[in-house]
């Protein structure tokens, strides 16, 4: 049976693996615990009087007072194998992408804003995934459908459940920070997520539900046609290529894409968390800026 972690452990787990993920190391593999290794650590703990952990409850026997032989063992001890039994099982193949839609043929600017209305049509009262069941809102996109300038981040938040709107909460204060440094205005850029409901809890969408959701992203993108695509963060990055990478080795380059160029940056919200990234931030905004014939407001 799997081990329970306490709040306080499970919460630094779970902040650990997403700076992690934001890193890009998005791939981890749980090796199970070897029970003799279990059993060990738990002998230690016993000889060193650390059982039990928990004051007894009320009507319990206080274990700590009894003599060791009549201490309760631990589950674990349950079904210990012998340490050379213990096999670590082979680490799973990496998932395939599907293929992604073909690329539609441009549209011209006017119409682009009906395109991206039939798309919404399309998605309907989406229950297409799991994450349908805990949203309030569904959040599509949101900006000026013929944009040249277009982001694509991860997924929704509570801010963004609550209004249906893309980046309101923090991030999104910062991501409007970080359009406003490059001389344009939150109406004048797109912004999309490769999943349109948010993920209990802001966790990563699991394969099955970016899969899912990523085809009408990819028409949000063939309708826009934006002339820079930038990817915020690992899951965008990895969705968008189809591909799982370290984001340090996709970043600091234009990829091509879907006939847009891509640029690969950090998500606004590992960049709340570690500020000191925000300077190669901006090295990969600029880069979108060049690429759009920018230049940064105040420098001629
Ligand atoms: N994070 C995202 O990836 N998308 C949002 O819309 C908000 C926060």
Excluded at 3 to 22: G, S
Excluded at 40 to 48: D, P
Excluded at 140 to 161: H, T
């Amino acid at each position: 049976m799997a081990r329970q972690l306490d709040p306080t452990t499970r919460d630094a787990l779970i902040e650990r693996v997403r700076f992690y993920r934001d890193l890009g190391l998005t791939e981890f593999y749980r090796r199970p615990v070897d029970p003799a290794l279990v059993a060990a650590e738990a002998m230690q703990g016993e000889q060193e009087g650390q059982l039990p952990a928990e004051p007894p409850a009320a009507g319990e026997p206080d274990l700590a007072s009894e003599p060791r032989e009549n201490a309760k063992r631990p589950a674990l001890f349950a079904d210990i194998q012998p340490a050379n039994s213990f096999q670590e099982p082979p680490i799973p193949a990496r998932k395939t992408f599907p293929a992604p839609p073909e690329i539609a043929a441009a549209i011209p600017p006017a119409e682009r804003q009906a395109a991206l209305r039939v798309i919404r049509e399309e998605m309907g009262d989406c229950t297409r995934c799991e994450l349908h069941k805990g949203r309030h809102e569904l959040v599509f996109g949101d900006g000026d459908a013929a944009a040249r300038l277009m982001f694509v981040g991860e997924g929704p938040g509570a801010d963004e459940d609550a209004q249906g709107l893309p980046f309101v909460g923090r991030a999104g204060q910062l991501l409007n920070n970080m359009i406003t440094a490059m001389g344009l205005k939150r109406e004048e850029v797109y912004i999309a997520n490769v999943v349109k409901c948010r993920p209990p809890g802001n966790r990563t969408p699991a394969p099955e539900e970016a899969n899912t959701c990523s085809p009408f992203l990819f028409r949000q993108i063939d309708a826009v046609r934006p002339e820079v695509l930038v990817a915020l963060g690992a899951t965008a990055a990895t969705y968008l290529l189809g591909a799982r990478q370290p984001l340090a080795g996709l970043r600091g380059r234009v990829h091509s894409f879907r006939g847009s160029r891509l640029i690969v940056t950090y998500h606004p919200a590992y960049l709340l968390r570690d500020p000191r990234q925000k300077k190669e931030a901006w090295a990969d905004l600029q880069i979108a800026m060049r690429e759009l014939g920018l230049k940064a407001p105040g420098r001629s």
